[in-house]
């Protein structure tokens, strides 16, 4: 769903890439920087951002094409290296040096590409389900190829719970607008992601110098948990926490203890 007005959440806009991409990002908290990349379902200011701008600043930006009013945005970037590039000009038009970063999912892989590639921009990292990674032995599926059901079955522990709606839609007065805007952000990440889920992570991920934790869900049908042991043995130093009762969005299903889990982690 689109980012609500929230009180205390300010909207920034941001003109970047050679004056191609208009980018709207969510500002609110107080405290050390963060930078939030969100997954493919677009962005929504939620409860697990709240918790987090109780202990930081948190920067949440729509990825190119995302943002409300500049869907072509995305058609300025061609490739990953495209959107890591661009990352950094984000973090530069923000003024952050070396924010921490948390990325869910598509953002997950943003964000480990982030690290891999300049990680001297990355103080420390946690990384939600990330995407980027391929085992033939358990594949990541095409979320963009799922009937609804099945979507729902596999990217929540309950597939009949609130959260369905409040992130895949679904909902009987969702409107046409909305409907629209969400499959167009599937659109916008699908870009980076298919045919070929690993653009090469798995050769970057040593690179990744920043502490690093990564939380899945036991219940992930998209990808599956044995993603959290892949990418700590990637990532030197790495921690992985596999949460039960989740699937692939822990830090909504599993607010409570994943929330605090992360912050404590990122205050160092």
């Not at 990680?119 to 190829?145: E, F």
């Not at 409040?166 to 409907?179: I, K, N, P, T, Y």
């Not at 629209?180 to 298919?194: P, V, Y």
């Amino acid at each position: 769903m689109i980012a609500p007005a929230r009180a205390g959440v300010d909207e920034r806009r941001l003109t970047l890439w050679q004056d191609q991409v208009q980018t709207q990002v969510l500002v609110a908290g107080s405290g050390p920087p963060l930078v939030f990349f969100h997954g493919p379902w677009g962005l929504a200011w939620d409860a697990f951002l709240d918790a987090l701008a109780e202990r930081f600043t948190v920067y949440a930006p729509h990825h190119p094409g995302t943002t409300p009013g500049d869907p072509d945005g995305v058609r300025a970037l061609d490739t990953v290296w495209d959107l890591v590039l661009y990352s950094y000009e984000l973090f530069d038009a923000l003024g952050l040096e070396a924010p921490v970063v948390v990325g869910h999912s598509f953002g997950g892989m943003v964000a480990a590409e982030v690290a891999a590639t300049a990680p001297g921009r990355v103080r420390r990292l946690v990384l939600i389900s990330p995407l980027g990674l391929w085992r033939d032995d358990a594949p990541v599926r095409n979320w963009m190829a799922l009937k609804p059901d099945a979507l729902a079955a596999a990217a929540f522990a309950d597939p009949r719970g609130p959260l369905v709606a409040q992130v895949l839609g679904g909902a009987s007065d969702e409107g046409v607008d909305e409907r629209i805007r969400r499959t167009w952000a599937l659109a916008c990440s699908g870009k980076f992601t298919w045919p070929i889920p690993d653009r090469g992570l798995s050769k970057r991920l040593h690179r990744v110098s920043a502490p690093t934790l990564i939380v899945w869900g036991r219940q992930d049908g998209l990808a599956p948990p044995i993603y959290a042991e892949e990418f700590a043995q990637r990532i030197r130093g790495a921690r992985a926490e596999v949460v039960d009762g989740a699937a692939h969005h822990p830090h909504l299903e599993r607010l409570d203890p994943v929330a605090p889990l992360v912050a404590n982690f990122l205050a160092g």
